[in-house]
């Protein structure tokens, strides 16, 4: 008999699945881990809010870039007193790589902010994805309990009218009924049950 290498059903917690033990080393867990950040980083690039703040540090990165050029043109020139328009034409070229540099810092910490939001509204809607799905089990479980009970009901009841001479037509007139005013006696007694279980706590009070 041929074992072949322990993957899936036997792994280790917190190996990926489906990993042959064998080749599984810090490298190639190194390298899962860059795949997956690189698909989420992929998915928050669609993000809307991630494209227009991207969108804006292009626009302030090739105005710096322009600024840069313009600065690179002008001669650095000593304050002349009788003449200080080239020390000026100095002065602003520098302003303006300089208000560059603040305008591309800025969009970079707007790309960085939309990228926090738009992973905070990816987990939120994984969450209430998740969240969603667990309702819908739990109501369909309730649903699944409830039309068991009523079955059961039902064949029970069924089989003494049927035992005191009634007809299945009679019955099913009957059922609804029937059925009703068992599922107000099991509420009504469930409401005396916690009654009873809040004065046996101290902490019933009229």
């Known amino acids: 008999m041929t074992i072949g290498p322990m993957t899936e059903r036997n792994d280790e917690r917190g190996r990926p699945p489906g990993?042959?033990?064998?080749?599984?080393?810090?490298?190639?867990?190194?390298?899962r881990l860059g795949?997956?950040?690189?698909?989420?980083?992929e998915e928050l690039e669609k993000d809307s809010g991630v494209q227009s703040a991207?969108?804006?540090?292009?626009?302030?990165?090739?105005k710096l870039e322009l600024a840069q050029q313009?600065?690179?043109t002008i001669p650095w020139a000593p304050y002349n007193r009788r003449n200080d328009q080239q020390y000026?034409?100095?002065?602003?070229a520098v302003a303006g790589v300089t208000a560059g540099k603040e305008a591309v810092r800025t969009a970079e910490k707007a790309v960085r902010m939309a990228l926090n939001d738009a992973a905070a509204s990816r987990t939120s809607a994984r969450f209430r994805a998740q969240e969603q799905e667990r309702t819908a089990?739990?109501?369909?479980?309730?649903?699944?309990?409830s039309m068991l009970e009523e079955a059961a009901f039902h064949e029970a009841a069924f089989s003494a009218h049927i035992a005191s001479g009634g007809t299945k037509e009679?019955?099913?007139?009957?059922?609804?009924?029937?059925?009703?005013?068992?599922?107000?006696?099991?509420?009504k007694e469930r409401m005396g049950q916690q009654e009873k279980?809040?004065?046996?706590?101290?902490?019933?009070?009229l």
């Open 54 to 62: 991207r969108a804006t540090l292009e626009q302030a990165q090739a």
């Open 35 to 41: 795949e997956a950040d690189k698909a989420l980083q």
């Open 19 to 31: 990993t042959n033990i064998a080749n599984y080393t810090p490298a190639t867990r190194a390298q």
């Open 137 to 145: 089990r739990q109501e369909a479980e309730v649903a699944r309990h």
């Open 170 to 187: 009679s019955f099913d007139s009957a059922f609804p009924g029937l059925w009703r005013a068992e599922l107000a006696r099991r509420t």
């Open 70 to 72: 313009h600065r690179n």
């Open 197 to 205: 279980e809040l004065r046996a706590s101290g902490r019933y009070q």
């Open 88 to 92: 000026r034409t100095w002065q602003n």
